[in-house]
């Protein structure tokens, strides 16, 4: 099973970009579909993006398509997300999460691996 560890969280301006990390360790990474979810205070945990073992059909929620980007390198056991335009209602914790089914699944429950979360602050 991977283990999951985010990085690239930060302070940012309305407008700025970001781009965040999700380094997976195990030699079967290249078998899980992985995903970006992300929780603002108060509020609950929501699907951003998602992406399937081969890179294909990149999934995201209405929130964030066309300003964020997912993408992941197998031979690096990383996965990225690139945020642009970013707006102050992005401001949440990021995870990372991994599920061992080929898909993409907008359900949380669906995914067994999780990291531990990246902050992200975007100010108006």
């Known amino acids: 099973q991977v283990q999951l560890v985010e990085s690239g969280g930060g302070l940012v301006q309305a407008g700025g970009s970001l781009r965040l990390s999700c380094a997976a360790s195990?030699?079967?990474?290249?078998?899980?579909?992985m995903a970006w979810f992300r929780q603002a205070p108060g509020k609950e945990r929501e699907f951003v993006t998602g992406?399937?073992?081969?890179?294909?059909?990149?999934y995201y929620a209405d929130s964030v398509k066309g300003r964020f980007t997912i993408s992941r390198d197998n031979t690096k056991n990383t996965v990225y997300l690139q945020m642009n335009s970013l707006k102050p209602e992005d401001t949440a914790v990021y995870y990372c999460?991994?599920?061992?089914?080929?898909?993409?699944?907008?359900?949380?429950?669906?995914?067994?691996?999780w990291g531990q979360g990246t902050q992200v602050t975007v100010s108006s």
């Open positions: 999460a991994a599920r061992y089914r080929n898909g993409v699944s907008t359900n949380q429950y669906d995914y067994v691996v």
């Open positions: 195990g030699r079967t990474f290249s078998r899980y579909t």
């Open positions: 992406i399937n073992w081969s890179s294909g059909n990149p």
